[in-house]
């Protein structure tokens, strides 16, 4: 019973990269290799490790990576030149500036430099303000492999409840407005939200992204409500999410485990929106 309800993140995610493994090799027939320009900048052991998923991901699928590593005194100046280097370069399709930034290195101003139409992340505000008016651009991955993990388990969205928890630029408000395109009823909740556990248990479908570790609990959700947990730490050297799995999985038709779920769904849409950006560019 419980593995029927367990959103399975990583079969998923190997579904799409062999998916896009054929459309990789299409492009290569017109003459086309994706590219994706990935930028690490200082020594975040945790980015080191995102980064290196990232790369061997594109050699899976066949996409080209290009990286550049720069040391934890870049100035921004130089960080930014590089950038409008990349953003020059007809073979390059797409850019990642992995985040966090060391201090002193204004992320928005990173972000804004990334030419639009090669911001596979989807953090340019152009690309977020694309996603709230209806137009195209590249969807942040995290809350599109969100949706892709409810469209091929078969979950609709239409008419649902469904609640945020969290409100970051990169998770929280993509997903509300992913959720709102597709149909749903959407409440995106946060920290200075009152009697969050009675918004929550009204969810059809729950969003945790809190970035606090097994946060949520039974109390938070309605017996038979979808949840999907986008949270990762480390405690006591074992991975857990925003959501207390072993408290909730008996009470829920579905559930993202962690690790296995949301995580490898970001990279999966990532590898995506760089495979879209080469169809695009050329
Ligand atoms: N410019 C930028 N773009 C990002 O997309 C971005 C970023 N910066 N900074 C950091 C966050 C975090 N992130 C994750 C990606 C994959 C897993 C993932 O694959 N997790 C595995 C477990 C991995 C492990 O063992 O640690 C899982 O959940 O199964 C997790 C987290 C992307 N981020």
Redesign the pocket.
């Known amino acids: 019973m419980m593995a029927a309800k367990l959103i399975d993140?990583?079969k998923i995610s190997n579904d799409i990269k062999e998916e896009l493994k054929g459309k990789v090799a299409e492009l290569k027939n017109k003459g086309i290799t994706p590219t994706l320009a990935v930028v690490l900048v200082g020594k975040d052991e945790?980015?080191k490790?995102?980064v290196s998923?990232?790369k061997k991901a594109c050699e899976y699928i066949g996409i080209h990576s290009l990286s550049y590593e720069m040391s934890e005194e870049t100035s921004e100046i130089e960080l930014l030149n590089l950038i409008n280097e990349l953003n020059n370069k007809k073979d390059v399709h797409g850019i990642?500036?992995?985040?966090?930034l060391p201090k002193g290195i204004d992320e928005q101003k990173v972000i804004k430099a990334i030419d639009p139409s090669k911001d596979v992340?989807g953090?340019h505000p152009e690309s977020v303000g694309a996603l709230s008016i209806g137009q195209v651009g590249f969807v942040?991955?995290?809350p599109y492999g969100i949706i892709e993990l409810l469209k091929r388990s078969n979950i609709d969205i239409e008419g649902k409840e469904c609640v945020v928890i969290g409100r970051s630029n990169?998770v929280g408000k993509p997903m509300g407005m992913l959720l709102l395109r597709e149909n749903g009823t959407v409440t995106i909740c946060h920290s200075r939200t009152k009697d969050l556990k009675e918004v929550t248990k009204r969810a059809d479908i729950l969003v945790a992204a809190i970035g606090k570790p097994k946060f949520v609990t039974k109390e938070f959700v309605k017996d038979g409500a979808v949840v999907i947990d986008v949270g990762?730490h480390?405690v006591d050297g074992k991975?857990c999410g925003d959501v207390d799995f072993d408290d909730v999985v008996e009470h829920v038709s579905a559930i993202t485990?962690?690790?296995?779920?949301?995580?490898?769904m970001?990279?999966a849409m990532?590898m995506s929106n760089c495979v879209q950006s080469a169809e695009r560019l050329g």
Request: hydrophobic letters at 40%; charged letters at 10%.
């Open positions: 993140g990583k945790a980015s490790v995102y998923h990232k990642l500036v992995q985040l966090p992340d953090f942040s991955c995290t990169i990762i480390r991975l485990p962690v690790p296995g779920g949301v995580g490898p970001t990279i990532l």
